[in-house]
């Protein structure tokens, strides 16, 4: 999740030679004392590095590729799969799109009638997981990782994944390095190079009976999250009635 | 190390109490101020040097000690019934509120006074500890334990269950703390009946309790302040 800060001053003096620190945070808009902390503490955060470079105007994967631990950032570049773009595009799109089919008629023709809810969307990380899962995707980010399991399916629920786990995941899975960098909104797509348009492209490339058992399928996650959601709310009011 | 226990809980007693102040002067919830300011004057009359002092303002016979069981059967009633309430056990409820209820709590408040009354003691001791050697006296302290031991059972599971499902952490630790406060009750009736010589061990219980009480109802108010009073959430709306 971070790069050690004597790699990280180096690859920051390649970058920004006559900038001081005072102005890297300016101009990359993270908090001086972050900055600081973090150069003490020896361990710079990746969101750090990525901030950075988009301020100065660097490569971004290119930039986090400069360090040791992330060398295969740019090498491990993969085009994303079918199954991961369609992961990304978020239900009420998925609703939008059997609408848009069954008002056109055509369905080879009719792309989304609007654009696509920017990445990334409320459980993309989870959508992101399942659609790369090679059957014990799971056990073996908690085995490399060292991470309890319950931890990892809290994160997955609370659609976040730190950025080890998530380029970890990925190289287990054999997909592009960078596709969980974007899953968590660390990365846009277009700085990993991932095609223009490629969502869209992919939801219109699905069958029909695909793209409505995917609704369904998202549907009925989305009927449990809420349930959950309910009852949350339930306790909660229970709780300010009596000891509010 | 029990006076430290002592001051802790008289404190935090006070400070919870003074929290709850605004919201009784509006109306909400006024029963947990009550529960909060009877508690403090509770622990306050368990520490020798206020209790002599204010046992003489009411004569010098002790009147003081009947004040502070009337007050835990007070303090328990309302911290059962709202908590009962706030973790939705309607069976816990019936059980507190109910006619059940009602009639113990009623029984043991008559039983208490006439053990009271019964018992001979001219003199001011705290906690009556001079006093143990009489049969009344002893029947009359046991008394006191037994409706906050009621109410602590009814209260056990449905605690337990909210430590265990609630859905944010701080909602589950501050259930935990009052299941926990609820068990020490227990734990020190039991050690009471069975009339172990572990005196340090039950007030050790006794004042934790409170401790963990106080606690788990400000981590309860913290949780419930921080989700902006109750209001729900709207997962399905756009963020």
């Given at each position: 999740?971070s790069?050690?800060?004597?790699?990280?001053?180096?690859?920051?003096?390649?970058?920004?030679?006559?900038?001081?620190?005072?102005?890297?945070?300016?101009?990359?808009?993270?908090?001086?004392?972050?900055?600081?902390q973090?150069?003490?503490?020896?361990k710079?955060?990746?969101?750090?590095?990525?901030?950075?470079?988009?301020?100065?105007?660097v490569?971004?994967?290119?930039?986090?590729?400069s360090?040791?631990?992330?060398r295969?950032?740019v090498?491990?570049?993969?085009?994303?799969?079918?199954?991961?773009?369609?992961?990304?595009?978020?239900?009420?799109?998925?609703?939008?799109?059997?609408?848009?089919?069954?008002?056109?008629?055509?369905?080879?023709?009719?792309?989304?009638a609007?654009g696509?809810?920017?990445?990334?969307?409320?459980?993309?990380?989870?959508?992101?997981?399942?659609?790369?899962?090679?059957?014990?995707?799971?056990?073996?980010?908690?085995?490399?990782?060292?991470?309890?399991?319950?931890?990892l399916?809290?994160?997955?629920?609370?659609?976040?994944?730190?950025?080890?786990?998530?380029?970890?995941?990925?190289?287990?899975?054999?997909?592009?390095?960078?596709?969980g960098?974007?899953?968590?909104?660390?990365?846009?797509?277009?700085?990993?190079?991932?095609?223009?348009?490629?969502?869209?492209?992919?939801?219109r490339?699905?069958?029909?009976?695909?793209?409505?058992i995917?609704?369904?399928?998202?549907?009925?996650?989305?009927?449990?999250?809420?349930?959950?959601?309910?009852?949350?709310?339930?306790?909660?009011?229970?709780?300010?009635?009596?000891?509010? | 190390?029990?006076?430290?226990?002592?001051?802790?809980?008289?404190?935090?007693?006070?400070?919870?109490?003074?929290?709850?102040?605004?919201?009784?002067f509006?109306?909400?919830?006024?029963?947990?101020?009550?529960?909060?300011l009877?508690?403090?004057?509770?622990?306050?009359?368990?520490?020798?040097?206020?209790?002599?002092?204010?046992?003489?303002l009411?004569?010098?016979?002790?009147?003081?000690?009947?004040?502070?069981?009337f007050?835990?059967?007070?303090?328990?009633?309302?911290?059962?019934?709202?908590?009962?309430?706030a973790?939705?056990?309607?069976?816990?409820?019936?059980?507190?509120?109910?006619?059940?209820?009602?009639?113990?709590?009623?029984?043991?408040?008559?039983?208490?006074?006439?053990l009271f009354?019964?018992s001979?003691?001219?003199?001011?001791?705290?906690?009556?500890?001079a006093?143990?050697?009489?049969p009344?006296?002893?029947?009359?302290?046991?008394?006191?334990?037994?409706y906050?031991?009621?109410?602590a059972a009814c209260?056990?599971?449905?605690?337990?269950?909210?430590?265990?499902?609630?859905?944010?952490?701080?909602?589950?630790?501050?259930?935990?703390?009052?299941?926990?406060s609820?068990?020490?009750?227990?734990?020190?009736t039991?050690?009471?009946?069975?009339?172990?010589?572990?005196?340090?061990?039950?007030?050790?219980?006794?004042?934790?309790?409170?401790?963990?009480m106080?606690?788990?109802?400000?981590?309860?108010?913290?949780?419930?302040?921080?989700?902006?009073?109750?209001?729900?959430?709207?997962?399905?709306a756009?963020?």
């Amino acid at each position: 999740m971070s790069v050690p800060s004597k790699a990280f001053q180096q690859w920051l003096h390649s970058v920004a030679p006559a900038t001081s620190t005072a102005a890297v945070s300016r101009l990359s808009g993270i908090k001086r004392s972050t900055l600081a902390q973090q150069l003490v503490r020896g361990k710079v955060a990746l969101v750090t590095v990525v901030s950075i470079s988009r301020a100065f105007d660097v490569d971004v994967v290119g930039a986090l590729s400069s360090f040791d631990k992330y060398r295969d950032l740019v090498s491990g570049f993969k085009p994303p799969t079918k199954a991961e773009l369609i992961s990304q595009v978020s239900d009420l799109d998925l609703l939008q799109q059997i609408i848009a089919r069954n008002a056109a008629g055509d369905i080879h023709e009719q792309g989304p009638a609007r654009g696509l809810a920017p990445m990334p969307h409320k459980s993309s990380v989870r959508g992101w997981i399942e659609a790369i899962d090679t059957a014990d995707l799971r056990q073996r980010i908690s085995h490399d990782l060292r991470m309890a399991p319950q931890n990892l399916s809290a994160q997955l629920s609370a659609n976040r994944l730190p950025p080890d786990v998530a380029i970890q995941a990925a190289r287990i899975a054999g997909v592009g390095v960078t596709g969980g960098l974007v899953v968590t909104g660390l990365l846009t797509p277009e700085e990993v190079g991932w095609p223009r348009d490629a969502r869209e492209a992919a939801l219109r490339a699905l069958p029909d009976a695909e793209l409505v058992i995917l609704a369904a399928t998202r549907l009925d996650a989305l009927g449990k999250t809420l349930r959950r959601a309910d009852q949350d709310n339930e306790h909660t009011k229970a709780l300010w009635e009596n000891l509010g | 190390m029990i006076a430290v226990l002592q001051w802790v809980a008289l404190t935090l007693c006070l400070m919870c109490a003074a929290w709850r102040l605004p919201a009784a002067f509006k109306g909400r919830n006024a029963g947990l101020f009550w529960a909060f300011l009877l508690l403090s004057v509770a622990v306050g009359l368990s520490l020798p040097s206020i209790y002599l002092r204010a046992d003489a303002l009411l004569g010098g016979r002790n009147l003081a000690n009947l004040a502070v069981r009337f007050a835990l059967y007070a303090i328990f009633y309302i911290l059962a019934a709202k908590l009962a309430g706030a973790y939705r056990a309607a069976h816990g409820q019936r059980l507190i509120r109910g006619p059940v209820g009602v009639s113990v709590l009623v029984l043991i408040a008559a039983g208490t006074l006439v053990l009271f009354l019964l018992s001979d003691l001219p003199v001011s001791s705290t906690g009556l500890a001079a006093y143990s050697d009489q049969p009344t006296v002893r029947a009359y302290a046991l008394a006191g334990r037994l409706y906050p031991a009621y109410a602590a059972a009814c209260l056990l599971r449905p605690s337990a269950h909210a430590a265990l499902t609630a859905g944010r952490r701080i909602e589950r630790v501050a259930a935990a703390l009052i299941c926990s406060s609820f068990a020490m009750v227990l734990a020190l009736t039991a050690l009471q009946v069975a009339s172990l010589p572990v005196f340090l061990l039950i007030d050790l219980f006794a004042y934790g309790a409170i401790v963990c009480m106080a606690v788990g109802l400000a981590l309860v108010w913290i949780s419930l302040w921080s989700t902006g009073n109750g209001s729900a959430c709207r997962p399905l709306a756009r963020e």
